[in-house]
């Protein structure tokens, strides 16, 4: 009986030691640096149009911030970064015709930087990588 | 025939600086004076003596300073009017410089081109200051009624036994009307008070305020934009174009066929621009032969055949290999590299009936305008150039295409013509650095190179080796063969041409041979040049001694014999443009990446002359080395140019340039150039440091195409 | 339309999708601010847009109504604000061509952060390219200019 009864307890103890250290899924961790990676390549290539807090110049660089245009469409942001976009196009009920070059980022890179911009200002979206990436292609 | 050929420039000497006398307009203090822009050219209106092609004396005793060479950012403006006025002896606060126009009667060599602005220049500025520091004395000496001998200067005066003074100013008059003396007492090096200073860029505060005019900013009254669209590929000819659309634009006046181009003339540059995007073009076939895959294949098989063009050829290499301990092979590759100065080509004509005027940025003035003459069939003194600040020059404008262009536009139209290229129109135009590919060979015998054979071959290149340069006196057997592979491509000098490749290859093929004869890299470079220095075989084309010198210089200030657990070096020396240098690349490595800590950069260069602009051209040509080596190429498909423009032709950005440590061995020697000599050892040192930390050679440019990642 | 520049108002009549670097240079003759790529990646059009740095290559003319725009002209109006004083002081230029939109972009990061480190000053100087290399002289004159604010 008494053996039972500390098996219980040891068991029990062992239960709500393993809930205590039980910790909320971390981010996956390439993810999180991927993130950070892409906050540099923003700040050096993007951030001078679209601005460091992402909102962009009234009527001609659309925001990113929380922007209907990117977060409806990620592969359409991949290609528009590798591509440009010329021509009108509507974010957040408001227009924008604008002239952007696209960019010779590394597919890592094209992933990171991404990552970076649907993760941020309140954007929230699952993470990309280079495999993705590689099949945006370049016009 | 001699003697009157002296009194004849003796006299026209004299003439101009009689004309030279008040002949120049209003009178104000130029210190204080309003730049006047007229026509595109700033004209500063003086009362003054020009006592000589360069200088000019104020009776305020300030100075106008000519700089007689294109300024390209080597910032020469800067440091010949310093060899001027160090000999004239004047206060440099009391100097101002201005742009000389080409002018042969004034002015000898006025290119900007092989890094030899300082170095051809050295004894005639020297010489200039010198003997219209002579003719102030001698003019004192006549007012104060004494003998020359008794008289020194010092900062803008002459002075008496007594101490009494006269400013250059107050003599400039009658220093106009001495005798030039036949001979003149330069100053001793140990005795310059501004050569050897840092001493601020001239047109720094032009520059940072946003004043300082470039060619593309030239506006006149009257003038017309032009624009040429020129083959997608090398080898296409034009064969129609339609521009009804771009002549409904509004501004575009004139579209019109010209050399193979088609030339757009609008009222704005945006017009011009404009036009030709609405021009359509058809072109014959593009060929194949213009294909970079084509043409990488045609040079390896060229620098692998035998019995070729030898330049050099001594001893008996294929002996020498036969008999050494150890043979070594390896072959090196390079594409075509467009040059990228940040300002486009462009350039000003203003064709009439009584005269030809060009104005822009262009590094040989003196050609284009014999070139100007024969192509429109005129006369030499009909035609001006004046010389504008120039955005870069690198070699690319060595070439005037884009002059003779714009003359031929104006000549058609009749009216003052700008002519712009926008970044795709001269990222696509050609004139680039050759596409070039080197096989070496050397044996070993006793850990010396006892047989060394290179055999390069380029793209449209007389000559892709450099004989006489190291390690030639230092080897038995030796041979170098070049052979050259025509094409459509047309050749540019890069900075430091055929150097920028080949002292990659030849530095890091060194440090293979060294690692092989178990020797340090340095020790084993010194120890070869020791070999030039004891025991030459043939003549021996360069100082070993200075190379020796940078190399012991490069190895004390990177703590060389120090090593550093995670810290990774690589050391390259090379001799070019008359100066030698030696490099070593520290790397660290994160993430199996390098990260460049820094560069340490010896040079001997003779006497420096600007020191703040010596670190500036050494740095700069350094890190422009490196981020081409990582990042540059220009592949032609079927003879099109792969990249227009920066969205995909990657350029090395602020955050990845290195810190660059240089420093200059003492030196009395006369100067030697820096624009171009640090440039081609800097791949090779950042090679050999990636060897080092990774045990993996490079072998072809661009290095990131290889997997490198700068941190 | 109407522009104000540096300070002062310009009343232009030109076709509203013509890139603010063009109606600078062509039009008004302001040409500090220079042309180097036309497509936002060279970084020598820079100019502020209301104190933020920002490419005028692409930018149309018609969003620049209501918006003060300064050029490297009207940075300062002695030529003394403290990046340029730095610029001048550390012998930063080379050929020039690029300095200008360098110039721009260094005191519009400073106006928005007057503390840098070296790794925020390589970043937000990272859009502006110099082909003569003078990117290290650059960053120790921003940081010497934000010591001086």
Request: glycine share 8%.
């Given at each position: 009986?008494?053996?039972?009864f500390?098996?219980?307890?040891?068991?029990?103890?062992?239960m709500i030691?393993?809930?205590l250290?039980?910790?909320?899924?971390?981010?996956?961790?390439?993810g999180?640096?991927?993130?950070?990676?892409g906050?540099?390549?923003?700040?050096?290539?993007?951030?001078v149009?679209?601005?460091?807090?992402?909102?962009?110049?009234?009527?001609?660089?659309?925001?990113l911030?929380q922007?209907?245009?990117?977060?409806?469409?990620?592969?359409?942001?991949?290609?528009?970064?590798?591509?440009g976009?010329?021509g009108k196009?509507?974010?957040n009920e408001a227009?924008?015709t604008g002239?952007?070059?696209?960019?010779?980022f590394?597919d890592?890179?094209?992933?990171?930087?991404v990552?970076y911009?649907?993760?941020s200002?309140?954007?929230k979206a699952?993470?990309?990588?280079?495999?993705?990436?590689s099949?945006?292609?370049k016009? | 025939?001699?003697a009157?050929?002296?009194?004849?420039?003796?006299?026209?000497f004299?003439?101009?600086?009689?004309v030279?006398t008040?002949g120049?307009?209003?009178s104000?203090n130029?210190l204080?004076a309003?730049?006047d822009t007229?026509e595109?050219k700033?004209?500063r209106?003086l009362?003054n003596?020009r006592?000589s092609?360069h200088?000019?004396i104020?009776?305020d005793?300030s100075v106008?300073?000519?700089?007689?060479?294109?300024?390209?950012?080597?910032?020469?403006?800067?440091?010949?009017?310093?060899?001027?006025?160090?000999?004239?002896?004047?206060d440099w606060?009391?100097?101002?410089?201005e742009?000389?126009?080409?002018?042969?009667e004034?002015?000898?060599?006025?290119?900007?081109?092989g890094?030899?602005?300082?170095?051809?220049s050295?004894?005639v500025?020297?010489k200039?200051?010198?003997?219209?520091?002579?003719?102030?004395?001698?003019?004192?000496a006549?007012?104060?009624?004494v003998?020359?001998?008794?008289l020194?200067?010092e900062?803008?005066?002459?002075?008496g036994?007594s101490g009494e003074?006269?400013s250059?100013?107050?003599?400039?008059?009658?220093?106009?009307?001495?005798?030039?003396?036949?001979?003149?007492s330069?100053?001793?090096?140990k005795?310059?008070?501004?050569?050897?200073k840092s001493?601020?860029?001239?047109?720094s505060?032009?520059?940072?305020?946003?004043t300082?005019?470039?060619?593309?900013d030239t506006?006149?009254?009257?003038?017309v934009?032009?624009?040429?669209?020129?083959a997608?590929?090398?080898?296409q000819?034009?064969?129609s174009f339609?521009?009804k659309?771009?002549?409904?634009?509004?501004?575009?006046?004139e579209?019109?066929?010209?050399d193979n181009?088609?030339?757009?003339i609008?009222d704005?540059?945006?017009t011009?621009?404009?036009?030709?995007?609405?021009i359509?073009?058809?072109?014959?076939k593009?060929?194949?032969s213009e294909?970079?895959?084509?043409q990488r294949?045609t040079?390896l098989d060229?620098?692998?055949a035998?019995?070729?063009?030898?330049k050099v050829?001594m001893?008996n290499?294929?002996?020498?290999?036969k008999?050494?301990d150890q043979?070594?092979?390896?072959?090196?590759?390079?594409?075509?590299?467009?040059?990228n100065c940040?300002?486009?080509?462009n350039?000003?004509?203003?064709?009439?009936?009584?005269k030809v005027e060009?104005?822009?940025?262009?590094?040989t003035p003196e050609?284009?305008?014999?070139?100007?003459?024969?192509l429109?069939?005129?006369?030499?003194?009909?035609?001006?150039?004046g010389?504008?600040?120039i955005?870069?020059?690198f070699?690319?404008?060595l070439?005037?295409?884009?002059?003779?262009e714009a003359?031929?536009i104006?000549?058609?139209?009749?009216?003052?013509v700008?002519l712009?290229?926008?970044?795709?129109?001269?990222?696509?135009?050609g004139?680039?650095?050759?596409?070039?590919?080197y096989?070496f060979?050397?044996?070993?015998?006793?850990g010396k190179?006892?047989?060394?054979?290179l055999?390069g071959?380029?793209?449209?290149?007389?000559n892709t080796?450099?004989?006489g340069?190291?390690?030639?006196?230092?080897?038995?057997?030796f041979k170098l063969e070049?052979q050259?592979?025509?094409?459509?491509?047309t050749?540019g000098?890069?900075?430091?041409p055929t150097?920028?490749f080949?002292?990659?290859?030849?530095?890091?093929f060194v440090?293979?041979?060294?690692?092989?004869?178990k020797k340090?890299?340095i020790?084993?470079?010194?120890e070869?040049?020791?070999?030039?220095?004891?025991a030459?075989f043939?003549?021996v084309?360069y100082?070993?001694l200075?190379?020796?010198?940078?190399?012991k210089?490069v190895?004390?200030?990177?703590?060389?014999?120090t090593?550093?657990?995670g810290?990774?070096?690589?050391?390259?020396?090379?001799?070019s443009h008359?100066?030698?240098?030696?490099e070593?690349?520290?790397?660290t490595?994160?993430?199996g990446?390098?990260?460049?800590?820094?560069?340490v950069?010896?040079?001997d260069c003779?006497?420096?002359?600007?020191?703040?602009?010596?670190h500036?051209q050494?740095?700069?040509?350094?890190?422009d080395?490196?981020?081409?080596?990582?990042?540059g190429?220009?592949p032609?498909?079927?003879?099109?140019p792969q990249h227009?423009?920066?969205?995909t032709?990657?350029?090395?950005?602020?955050?990845?340039a290195p810190?660059v440590?240089?420093?200059?061995?003492k030196?009395?020697?006369a100067?030697?150039?820096?624009g171009?000599?640090?440039?081609p050892?800097?791949?090779?040192a950042?090679?050999?440091?990636?060897?080092?930390?990774?045990?993996?050679?490079?072998?072809?440019?661009?290095?990131?195409?290889?997997?490198?990642?700068l941190? | 339309?109407?522009?104000?520049?540096n300070g002062?108002?310009?009343?232009?009549?030109?076709?509203p999708?013509?890139?603010?670097?063009w109606v600078?240079r062509d039009?008004?003759k302001l040409?500090g601010t220079?042309?180097?790529?036309?497509?936002?990646?060279c970084?020598a059009?820079?100019?502020?847009?209301?104190?933020?740095?920002?490419r005028s290559?692409?930018?149309p003319?018609a969003?620049?109504?209501?918006v003060a725009?300064?050029?490297?002209?009207?940075?300062?109006?002695?030529?003394d604000?403290p990046v340029?004083?730095a610029w001048v002081?550390?012998?930063v230029?080379q050929?020039?061509?690029?300095?200008?939109?360098?110039?721009m972009t260094?005191?519009?990061l400073?106006?928005q952060?007057?503390?840098?480190?070296?790794e925020?000053i390589?970043?937000?100087?990272?859009g502006?390219i110099?082909?003569?290399?003078?990117y290290?002289?650059?960053?120790?004159?921003?940081?010497?200019?934000?010591e001086?604010?």
């Open positions: 009986m008494k053996l039972a500390t098996g219980i307890i040891s068991f029990g103890l062992v030691l393993v809930l250290s039980w910790s909320p899924i971390e981010p996956n961790q390439e999180s640096k991927s993130v950070q990676r906050k540099k390549i923003y700040a050096s290539n993007c951030a149009c679209h601005m460091a807090n992402g909102m962009g110049i009234a009527k001609v660089f659309p925001p911030a922007s209907d245009y990117l977060m409806e469409d990620i592969s359409r942001a991949g290609e528009t970064i590798r591509n976009l010329k196009i509507s974010v227009s924008y002239m952007m070059s696209g960019f010779s590394s890592q890179e094209l992933a990171d930087v990552n911009i649907t993760n200002w309140g954007n699952e993470e990309v990588d280079a495999t993705w990436a099949k945006i292609k016009n | 025939m001699h009157k050929d002296k009194n004849q420039s003796r006299r026209a004299l003439k101009t600086s009689v030279g008040g120049l307009m209003l104000f130029w204080s309003q730049t007229w595109g700033e004209v209106a009362e003596v006592l092609g200088i000019i104020n009776a005793n106008v300073i000519y700089s007689q060479n294109p300024e390209i950012g080597q910032n020469v403006k800067t440091s010949m009017p310093m060899i001027i006025a160090e000999e004239l002896d004047v606060n009391q100097v101002s410089v742009q000389a126009d080409l002018d042969t004034k002015f000898k060599r006025q290119v900007a081109g890094s030899q602005s300082i170095r051809k050295w004894p500025l020297r200039a200051g010198a003997t219209v520091r002579a003719l102030l004395i001698s003019a004192a006549e007012q104060w009624g003998s020359a001998i008794e020194r200067t900062t803008g005066y002459v002075i036994k003074k006269l250059y100013g107050s003599l400039a008059e009658a220093a106009a009307k001495q005798k030039i003396p036949k001979k003149v330069l100053k001793k090096a005795d310059f008070s501004l050569i050897g001493v601020m860029n001239v047109a505060r032009e520059i940072v305020t946003g300082a005019k470039f060619g593309i506006q006149r009254e009257g003038m934009y032009a624009r040429l669209l020129h997608p590929g090398f080898g000819k034009l064969v339609d521009a659309q771009a002549l409904q634009i509004k501004g575009v006046t579209v019109f066929e010209i181009k088609v030339a757009i609008a704005s540059t945006w011009a621009i404009k036009g030709g995007e609405a359509k073009t058809i072109w014959s593009p060929l194949t294909d970079s895959k084509v294949k040079l060229m620098v692998n035998k019995g070729q063009n030898a050829n001893g290499v294929e002996q020498g290999f008999k050494a043979v070594l092979e390896r072959t090196y590759e390079a594409p075509f590299l467009p040059h940040m300002e486009p080509m350039f000003f004509a203003d064709v009439t009936d009584e060009l104005y822009g940025p262009i590094q050609n284009q305008r014999r070139a100007v003459a024969k429109l069939k005129r006369s030499e003194d009909e035609i001006s150039l010389i504008s600040r955005g870069g020059g070699g690319r404008r070439n005037g295409d884009f002059v003779l003359a031929l104006s000549n058609k139209i009749r009216k003052p700008q712009i290229y926008t970044r795709e129109d001269d990222m696509t135009a004139v680039y650095r050759p596409a070039v590919t096989k060979k050397a044996g070993l015998t006793d190179i006892s047989a060394y054979d055999s071959a380029g793209i449209n290149m007389r080796v450099r004989p340069t190291w390690p030639q006196a230092s080897v038995p057997n070049s050259s592979l025509e094409s459509h491509v050749f000098y890069w900075r430091a150097s920028n080949l002292a990659f290859a030849e530095q890091t440090d293979e041979l060294a690692e092989i004869a340090d890299p020790q084993f470079r010194l070869s040049l020791k070999q030039a220095i004891d030459p043939g003549k084309r100082e070993p200075r190379m020796i010198g940078v190399l210089l190895a004390e200030k990177s703590n060389w014999e090593k550093k657990k810290l990774y070096r690589g050391v390259s020396a090379y001799y008359n100066t030698y240098v030696a070593v690349v520290e790397i490595i994160v993430g990446q390098p990260k460049i800590e820094r560069v950069v010896a040079t003779g006497i420096v002359v600007n020191a703040s602009g010596a500036n050494a740095m700069g040509a350094v890190v080395g490196i981020g081409h080596a990582m990042y190429e220009m032609l498909e079927n003879g099109v227009r423009n920066f969205d032709y990657k350029a090395l950005r602020n955050s990845e810190k440590e240089t420093h200059f061995v030196s009395q020697k100067p030697s150039g820096l171009e000599p640090t440039l050892p800097a791949a090779a950042f090679a050999n440091a990636m060897y080092a930390a990774t045990r993996k050679r490079l072998y072809s440019q661009p290095f990131s195409e290889q997997g490198v990642v941190q | 339309m109407d522009l104000q520049v002062k108002k310009y009343t232009i009549d030109i076709d999708q013509t890139p603010i670097l600078l039009h008004l040409v220079k042309y180097g790529c036309g497509i936002g990646q970084g059009c820079t100019i502020h847009f209301n104190g933020t740095a920002v290559c692409s930018i003319v969003a620049a109504a209501n725009i300064t050029t490297i002209e009207g940075l300062s109006e002695k030529g604000h340029q004083k002081d550390l012998d230029p050929c020039g061509y690029c300095q200008a939109g360098q110039i260094a005191s519009a400073l106006s952060n007057n503390k840098p480190t070296e925020e390589k970043l937000g100087m990272s502006n110099c082909r003569c290399s003078t290290t002289k650059i960053n120790k004159a921003v940081k010497q200019a934000s001086n604010l």
